[in-house]
């Protein structure tokens, strides 16, 4: 079995998703987890977008890179854009999605992403 962890800065958004997305497709094909650098908390709006789209992330939590032994990994997908992304120490085999941040405070960002970044 494939085990695929997704890495973002706050595991908040991209990568709660990703992992939820991930978990859907994938079934019982791989073992998904995510987690970050500087976890918060899931972000409502990302759980909300998910249940859009049948898809429930509402009992996920916000883990530490550091809580992921990198011997139980075999793919490590980043999905940082602008910030730099937690890296998973070992020797893993990596790919890199560059997504926005939802939560960002950039101004190019439509407001409801914009929203998030006063919920953290």
């Known amino acids: 079995m494939q085990r695929?962890?997704?890495?973002?800065?706050?595991?908040?958004?991209?990568?709660?998703?990703?992992?939820?997305?991930?978990?859907?497709?994938?079934?019982?094909?791989?073992?998904?987890?995510?987690?970050g650098s500087e976890p918060s908390c899931v972000n409502p709006l990302a759980i909300e977008s998910m249940a859009e789209i049948g898809i429930d992330i509402s009992g996920h939590r916000s883990k530490f890179v550091s809580e992921v032994d990198p011997e139980e990994v075999d793919l490590v997908v980043t999905l940082c854009a602008e910030e730099v992304c937690p890296i998973l120490p070992g020797r893993v085999r990596c790919l890199h999605w560059p997504?926005?941040?939802?939560?960002?405070?950039?101004?190019?960002?439509?407001?409801?992403?914009?929203?998030?970044?006063?919920?953290r």
């Open 4 to 35: 695929i962890l997704f890495l973002c800065v706050a595991n908040s958004a991209r990568s709660q998703m990703a992992e939820g997305l991930a978990r859907s497709i994938l079934s019982d094909k791989a073992m998904v987890i995510s987690a």
């Open 99 to 119: 997504i926005a941040d939802p939560a960002s405070t950039d101004p190019a960002l439509t407001p409801r992403p914009r929203q998030a970044s006063s919920i």
